[in-house]
């Protein structure tokens, strides 16, 4: 069974990046560059797994976190950022603090070997043989 992936990444081409390798993986995916995109392909893609940018005009990752708390989500969370690691913790001390399912954390520029790992084992703990 394919899951649903939400990326929410400032930038577009980064989003088509992460797109096709979560596409390659088996992800059915949606994405979201702004704020306004991200709270409506939330509501509507009801994502299994959520990778999250830091950075969004408008907004930032925390509040991202706090809103997806807010709403109850189960996706499991994936910070993928390139503010330095003392950030990219605290995001996910946060998510933690909040309830969420937080997966991990990825520095930008990323290991494309390293997101496909995490994703398909992602995959394999939603879909286990037998």
Known sequence: MALRMLIIDDEPEICDF?????????????????????????AE???????LDLTLPGTDGIELLKYM?????????????????????MAYTIGEARGL?????L????????????LRQFLREANPPG
């Open 101 to 105: 399912d937080m997966a991990g954390v």
């Open 107 to 118: 520095a930008k520029p990323l290991r494309v070997a390293e997101l496909r790992g995490l």
């Open 69 to 89: 708390a807010e709403m109850g989500t189960r996706a499991r969370i994936l910070i993928v950022s390139g503010y330095d690691e003392g950030i990219r913790r």
């Open 18 to 42: 992460l797109r096709g390798i979560a596409i390659d993986v088996g992800y059915d995916v949606v994405t979201a560059n702004r704020a306004e995109d991200f709270k409506t392909a939330f």
């Open 45 to 51: 893609a009801a994502a299994d797994v959520i990778l």
